[in-house]
């Protein structure tokens, strides 16, 4: 017996370069790779930060390349290291190949996040092949050359996909329900039952294979609702040398695979969902990453019990390829941008990983009469056992015995007659493949647009003469498959040189991201999408087209039209920083994740709509137009907000939790489909969950006039995420005693140090909540108001209110800061009281917070309790020009208290000098005449004089600095509006899309003219409000400080009159 090769797995990292939303961006490269063999990755934000990894080969395919007169991209020069398609197919595929003609298993995994460039490495874009085809081809161009000697070889060709733990045959004509079963036997292993297999005598016959598997692929992404970035495509070539002189039998069985797209999503445990991990989707790649983690381990020597081949199919059909007797290859393929950090950083360890596993390949050779003859004597033994065996044990063996059989007629079949047999069907094949080529020529069509660009183009709709039915039903001319397509979905026309598209009843029909119920024109390059997400690429007649980039027209294009109609965009969202014009990567990152769920969303409505559940799903983006406790943006996410259209209850769902449910939905959809039960109990419901309590918005009350012991009385705007009004909070904050006596305006301090390390009493007392629209929506809701002051470790919440739309609160809540610190005084200067509102539905619990959490002194609340200093928070580098101007209004304030320190000092020491330059003059006055004196200076200098005049000066500019506050905020969320389009002329195809799908009109601007208004009088009011606000203080120190002087004056002259 021969011995086996030990080697480990060769493991390749390839970098492409950016891609448009990655240059969009602005992104910058974070991989750089030396000597072809170690790639190094930078931390953005810690640019000292890098890691260093070493593989068998780097590819630098990031930058250095052009396309050739074949469209192939090659290297610029010798200066360049770029690696091309060809580079890679002979490090790579060329070693598959080798393995293969030496009789061993060899196996190529493709790794890495969606976008990466697993397609593009393993199947390649149009000239430019990739590996598979690469490695087909070459293996026929060698067989050809090797065919004079004695020996005969056999190729038979395969193609799956496993998708939610199911394996789905692409070139098998039907579907069998739940997927073929992965079964094992003792000679071949794990196996696919029942799995296609096509004998192969040409390159030809393989490529309309992989292109009758793609279709395949394409349409089963299309009808079962599946994204292709979420399943794993197997290509096995089953390589056969048969050396007919000596009776032997090499065979080599070659696993080509792409594999779903590694990005790592958040648990769904950890975003608080009560229902199992999602589906099982992921649940592949969990466990190919615990299986290679296990065997990484062995192979440096630590004891492992387990490996977990059997947890998941794709690892049970990889079990040869880890670990077992194969010859195996991984590439792992990254981006370069620092957006993609992270994941990229991910990929680098998971192929480290790799790279440490042991396999033990043989070469797999066997005589070919002596196996025929072993199969013959066992199928005896096993006829002899079962004549000796009752009914309960004959069914294992007649099983047995039948495959047995089935493989010695296999073997004794000859291979011109299987090679026959295949040629009939790919003729068929053949011939449809040439007749949808000549009508592309002819015909306008419909092209579909997916996620995955390999499945892009695939399947194409001809819109022949006349009127076209299209929709599900089998008599329709143009028959459509995906979720939310009608029997009969729509009716397009071709007439008189033109196509018109007709939506039948309630059927949803969108054109150029905007929803059509009326019949339209349709127009060369429109985009047409059909049911809930069955994307299409409107090709018009021939005489219509020229040299047209369709590649722009991608799968995020069409989300993109859609999020604009929806009044999303980067611009919206914030992207942009005014002071550079560059994009805020994480406010990018939310508009792609806004623009990937849009699809999954209407996929889940559709599902809710078909299974009667009742649900409405919205995608909303949380934190839009909110900001923190200083002004600044808070971060932004994507969730998703669940409404019962019956109870009108409402949920909101992270991205996170709502992917975990819809994969959930699916498998009940699958099973409704199937015509199964889709009964389950209420907590198994994906579709279902306990009521919770629903932040509605917030507001900014503003604690400066706080720091001058002054009250405020304050109406705020509680506004939601999007800036628009949910409801009015009445809300006081009040200076006072330990006694919750209120301060006066006596007790005003005119500079903040003044109650350093003093004790500071305050009250916050909530009135009422006015015209609350969660209530009016919905009379039996309640809402409850939380805040949470300085340091406090929880939040506090009122009491919950009911069935009241202007809901009377009433409550009161007494703080103390015994030993007020710089830090709560600058908090208290610089920073708002956030008020956030709750919305309560019928059979939630009620919000509340634990009062041993609390500090208390006399009964109070403590705050200002810290007892080490905490590094403050760094200012972020984005500030409007407008809110720095507010700054420097708050800057000259300060400037001013200056002043007046300045003048009550000059004040002491004109005193002094007043009592230098008359000495001994008041020993003479009489004791009447002192009492006089002091009664007449007494009554000429009462307390409310000077520092409350100024106190009062600065209660009224602080007031108005609130009302300047609040109207900055508005004005930095006010977006242009979106327009409600419904005629064909006003669609999008005449709009030119800027920022990444901000939409800006060119041909009407009666839109725009409302908004620039708006904004103008907003702008407008702020800089007259902070003029006259700045104006009047100035003239009311100015008044101050001329009384204080002529009072010195005063009482200089009346000090020198005294005898």
């Known amino acids: 017996m021969e011995m086996p090769s030990v080697d480990s797995v060769k493991v390749a990292v390839r970098v492409r370069p950016f891609n448009q939303r990655e240059k969009n961006a602005g992104s910058r490269c974070v991989i750089s790779m030396h000597s072809g063999t170690t790639t190094t990755i930078h931390d953005p934000k810690n640019p000292e930060h890098i890691k260093t990894f070493t593989f068998d080969l780097a590819y630098w395919s990031h930058n250095g390349f052009q396309r050739d007169k074949d469209g192939v991209l090659i290297s610029t020069g010798s200066n360049s290291e770029f690696a091309g398609q060809r580079d890679v197919f002979r490090d790579l595929g060329q070693g598959v190949l080798d393995s293969a003609w030496q009789g061993y298993n060899a196996t190529l995994l493709a790794y890495g996040q969606t976008g990466s460039g697993k397609s593009y490495s393993m199947i390649g874009y149009g000239a430019d092949k990739g590996i598979i085809p690469n490695v087909c081809e070459e293996l026929f161009k060698t067989t050809e050359h090797k065919e004079k000697n004695q020996q005969q070889q056999q190729v038979t060709f395969s193609m799956l996909e496993i998708y939610n733990e199911q394996v789905r045959d692409l070139l098998s004509k039907t579907k069998k329900p739940g997927g073929l079963k992965v079964r094992e036997d003792q000679h071949q292993g794990f196996y696919v039952d029942g799995l296609t297999s096509v004998p192969c005598d040409s390159y030809t016959q393989i490529e309309r294979l992989m292109e009758q598997g793609i279709k395949a692929r394409t349409t089963a992404a299309t009808s079962m609702n599946a994204t292709s970035s979420r399943s794993h495509m197997v290509i096995t070539i089953q390589f056969k040398q048969v050396f007919l002189d000596g009776d032997l039998t090499k065979q080599s069985i070659i696993n080509l695979v792409d594999l779903a797209g590694s990005e790592r999503q958040k648990s769904s445990g950890s975003e608080g969902d009560r229902l199992r991990e999602g589906s099982r989707v992921n649940l592949s790649l969990t466990t190919l990453g615990n299986v290679i983690s296990a065997l990484a381990d062995v192979a440096i020597g630590k004891r492992v019990l387990h490996i977990p081949y059997r947890d998941s199919v794709l690892t049970r059909l990889l079990q040869s390829a880890l670990g077992g007797n194969s010859r195996t290859i991984m590439i792992a393929t990254i981006s370069p941008a620092d957006i993609c950090y992270e994941e990229t950083l991910s990929t680098l360890r998971y192929a480290e990983r790799t790279k440490k596993i042991k396999n033990k390949a043989v070469i797999n050779t066997s005589p070919t009469e002596k196996l025929i003859k072993e199969l013959k004597a066992e199928n005896n033994r096993l006829l002899s056992r079962l004549a000796g065996l009752g009914n309960s044990g004959k069914r294992e063996l007649e099983c047995l015995l039948a495959k047995n059989q089935l493989r010695l007629q296999t073997i004794q079949i000859t291979w011109e007659h299987q ?359 919905d009379a039996r809701r309640g809402i409850q108001i939380g805040y949470k002051v300085y340091d406090l470790p929880i939040t506090l919440y009122t009491k919950p209110v009911w069935k009241n739309v202007n809901a009377k609160i009433e409550e009161t809540v007494h703080f103390v800061a015994l030993n007020a610190s710089h830090e709560f005084l600058n908090y208290l200067q610089k920073n708002a009281l956030i008020v956030d509102l709750w919305g309560l539905q019928e059979g939630c619990a009620e919000l509340n917070c634990t009062q041993k959490d609390l500090i208390t002194w006399e009964g109070n609340i403590l705050v200002d309790n810290m007892k080490t200093l905490t590094a403050q928070e760094a200012t972020p580098n984005q500030m409007a020009e407008l809110y720095l101007k507010l700054l420097k209004l708050e800057q000259e304030t300060e400037l001013l208290r200056n002043i007046n320190r300045a003048l009550r000092e000059e004040n002491v020491l004109l005193k002094d000098s007043l009592k230098a330059c008359s000495p001994g003059q008041d020993h003479k006055l009489s004791g009447a005449s002192r009492i006089t004196v002091q009664s007449t200076s007494h009554r000429d200098t009462p307390r409310t004089s000077y520092d409350a005049d100024f106190a009062k000066a600065l209660k009224v500019f602080y007031q108005s600095m609130n009302t300047v506050r609040g109207q900055f905020l508005k004005l930095r969320h006010h977006r242009l509006p979106v327009r409600t389009i419904s005629s064909k002329k006003d669609t999008f195809s005449k709009a030119t899309l800027t920022h990444f799908g901000s939409f800006i009109f060119q041909d009407d601007d009666q839109m725009l003219r409302p908004y620039t208004q708006r904004q103008s009088h907003l702008l407008k009011d702020i800089g007259e409000l902070l003029e006259a606000s700045l104006w009047k203080l100035k003239n009311d120190v100015a008044l101050i400080v001329k009384k204080k002087r002529e009072s010195l004056v005063h009482t200089k002259y009346r000090g020198s009159s005294f005898p």
């Open 419 to 777: 090679l026959e047999e295949a040629q009939k069907e790919w003729e068929e094949q053949y011939s449809a493949i040439t007749q949808e080529r000549q009508m592309t020529k002819a015909f306008p069509y419909l092209f579909n647009v997916n996620e995955d660009p390999q499945l892009t183009g695939v399947l194409k709709h001809f819109i022949q003469a006349g009127s076209s039915v299209a929709g599900q039903a089998a008599s329709n001319k143009i028959i459509l498959q995906g979720l939310g397509i009608s029997d009969k979905h729509a009716t397009f026309t071709n007439m008189a040189g033109e196509v018109t598209v007709t939506p039948q009843s309630k059927c949803r029909v969108v054109i150029n991201g905007v929803p059509t119920v009326t019949k339209t024109k349709l127009q060369h390059l429109d985009r047409v999408i059909l049911g809930s997400n069955s994307a299409y690429l409107y090709i018009g007649f021939p005489s219509e087209r020229s040299h047209d980039d369709l590649a722009r027209f991608d799968y995020d294009f069409f989300q993109s039209e859609l999020a604009a109609a929806e009044g999303v965009s980067v611009d919206k969202l914030g992207a942009v920083n005014n002071k550079d014009g560059k994009v805020d990567p994480s406010v990018l990152a939310v508009f792609q994740d806004y623009i990937k769920l849009i699809p999954l969303v209407a996929e889940a409505n559709q599902m809710s709509e078909e299974l009667m559940k009742g649900l409405k799903l919205e995608l909303k983006v949380k934190n839009l137009a909110s900001s923190d406790s200083k002004g600044y943006d808070l971060q932004k996410e994507v969730v998703v907000k669940v409404t019962n259209r019956e109870t009108q209850e409402v949920w909101i769902w992270s991205k996170a939790k709502f992917i975990n449910r819809k994969y959930l939905m699916e498998e009940i959809y699958q099973h409704f489909l199937d015509g199964e039960d889709i009964s389950v109990a209420q907590d198994d419901d994906p579709f279902w969950d306990p009521i919770e309590a629903i932040h509605l918005g917030s507001a900014h009350v503003w604690l400066q006039s706080l720091a001058y012991c002054m009250k405020l009385e304050e109406q705020a705007e509680l506004l939601n995420s999007e800036g628009l009004e949910e409801a009015i909070v009445l809300i006081n904050i009040i200076p006072c005693s330990s006694t919750g006596e209120v301060c006066g305006e006596d007790d005003v301090v005119i500079d903040p140090l003044e109650l350093l390390g003093k004790r500071i009493d305050f009250q916050i007392q909530i009135i009422q909540c006015l015209g609350v629209k969660w209530l009016k929506e």
